[in-house]
């Protein structure tokens, strides 16, 4: 039963973003107007982070970008100089990326069973990935990347706040209570994460140095959802304050994402 529920939920993070890479690929082109929505705000916000950690790299620095989806962060560092590759086991993602990188930039593969040699990465990085695999795919997806990290290099992830304030863990457990009582298939899996489990679980796969960060006010994400330009109104208020409110270690349990710096 736990392998039937691991193969289903792998399979369904693969179809969910089938039928939804032309909806990714359309919020990508908008994300030069991070107020435009709540993806491309809590965008802007991770890549704060990302790319704070990966301008620090020298050019021609190797960089893995795990779940790639449509290449939107491949081409951007491209563009700075880096040596990259992308993973991406969506045919419809992947067709999205083919189409604007260097032909074999990006290649089908898993997390699970990455297709590299040990030591072959200065950085590799997972936006919203890990979230939709269950707990045991997730340790077995950090070995495999502290596996083919360079020694001293960075993983850069980001998860889901079991405790964050935009109630989307709430939102998670009425539909798994549909389900339950009446029958109604999820969606896709979803898996949470609090600070302190994260972190055992990456020194757990041999990580050392973890960072713990915590990104975008979460009752934003509310707003949004009642009213975009309400939303747009809040976000550009809040914005200046959202890395002081997200990140210290008070609130960072309730912030929207859950980042994690850990080096191998």
């Known amino acids: 039963m736990k392998e039937k529920n691991q193969n289903w939920a792998r399979n369904k993070a693969i179809l969910i973003h089938d039928e939804t890479a032309d909806w990714f690929a359309t919020q990508y082109d908008k994300t030069h107007d991070h107020f435009s929505s709540s993806f491309s ?22 960089i893995l970008d795990i779940g790639c989806g449509t290449g939107h962060y491949l081409e951007q560092l491209i563009n700075y100089g880096f040596d990259v590759t992308g993973i991406e086991p969506s045919e419809k993602m992947r067709k999205h990326a083919e189409s604007k990188l260097p032909k074999g930039t990006v290649v089908n593969g898993s997390v699970l069973n990455l297709p590299f040699k040990d030591n072959s990465f200065d950085f590799i990085f997972a ?79 041999g990580f050392s140095k973890i960072q713990m960060h915590g990104a975008t006010i979460a009752p934003l994400m509310i707003i949004y959802r009642i009213s975009r330009p309400l939303g747009k109104i809040c976000a550009k208020i809040l914005e200046p304050i959202d890395p002081q409110l997200s990140d210290i270690s008070a609130f960072r349990s309730f912030a929207v994402h859950l980042i994690a710096v850990a080096q191998k």
Request: charged share 30%; with cysteine; hydrophobic share 40%.
């Open 127 to 205: 936006i919203e990935v890990f979230r939709y695999l269950n707990n045991e795919d997730n340790l077995c997806g950090f070995k495999e990347i502290l596996r083919v990290l360079k020694p001293g290099g960075l993983f850069f992830g980001t998860f889901l706040n079991f405790y964050a304030l935009d109630g989307f863990n709430i939102l998670v457990a009425i539909r798994q209570l549909k389900e339950r009582w009446f029958g109604k298939p999820l969606r896709c899996y979803t898996e949470f994460e609090t600070p302190q489990r994260l972190e055992k679980k990456l020194i757990c796969a």
């Open 41 to 62: 705000y809590g965008r802007k916000q991770i890549n704060n982070y990302l790319f704070k950690e990966v301008l620090k790299l020298p050019k021609g620095a190797k």
